[in-house]
């Protein structure tokens, strides 16, 4: 079936140093990719998302590529603020179908410091 | 502002009690969704519905159920909860032509003793 693998966290880093979050996939088809977000008490928001190979969602500094050759969508920002603290969740949906049925990576929680 | 509301952000029940969590979006999405989530494991779907009345097992739908009587409220019923079900319910909505998206409630923490 679909699956969404992550890098482990925590992420701990610097304020306004780069941060990567690496995600690969496993989907028969192709499948849309999503990066959320969750910032502590709260439930997860949308940050970005791409929809076919080669397209390239960003969003508050956030950009991730769908890379269909090696079934990545890794999540970058080239510098960080304290206020991006928060775990981020990479999730894919099935081709057909699906409005909304979303598989889900373990989730990567990022800690930046002043 | 849209919103999906879970109406209990913290419950503490005891092992074998009933348990409802309440959902409910303001949105008219037609479909609508409860995870949970684990730390280490992220987000498991337990169920989801596409209309009212019609509901769809998830991942891991054993020792729940769910009821949607109206478009806009989705419950989750634990019959008889257990310790293994502590646990962050979250659930959420999105538009059949929203291309996938959806919107979080802030999520509901249960914990069973």
């Known amino acids: 079936g679909d699956s969404v693998t992550q890098m482990e966290g925590p992420v701990t880093l610097s304020e306004e140093a780069f941060l990567t979050i690496n995600c690969t996939y496993t989907a028969t088809g192709y499948p849309s990719l999503f990066w959320y977000v969750q910032y502590p008490g709260e439930g997860l928001q949308l940050l970005l998302k791409a929809t076919k190979a080669d397209d390239k969602g960003s969003n508050k500094g956030f950009e991730a590529t769908y890379r269909k050759e090696t079934t990545s969508f890794h999540l970058e920002k080239g510098s960080v603020q304290v206020s991006d603290s928060a775990v981020y969740f990479c999730a894919l949906s099935a081709t057909l179908g699906g409005w909304g049925k979303l598989q889900f990576g373990a989730g990567t929680q990022v800690v930046v410091t002043p | 502002d849209v919103k999906v509301t879970q109406s209990s952000r913290y419950l503490v029940k005891r092992t074998g009690e009933k348990v409802f969590l309440e959902c409910v979006q303001d949105m008219d999405h037609e479909n609508m969704f409860w995870y949970r989530q684990d730390p280490g494991l992220g987000l498991r779907l337990i169920y989801f519905?596409?209309?009212?009345?019609?509901?769809e097992k998830g991942d891991i739908p054993e020792g729940y159920s769910v009821s949607r009587e109206k478009k806009e409220r989705f419950s989750l019923i634990l019959e008889s909860a257990s310790t293994n079900q502590t646990s962050m319910y979250l659930c959420?909505?999105?538009?059949?032509?929203?291309?996938?998206?959806?919107?979080f409630g802030a999520g509901s923490r249960l914990t069973v003793l």
């Open positions: 959420a909505s999105s538009a059949t032509s929203g291309a996938n998206v959806l919107t």
């Open positions: 519905s596409y209309d009212v009345k019609m509901k």
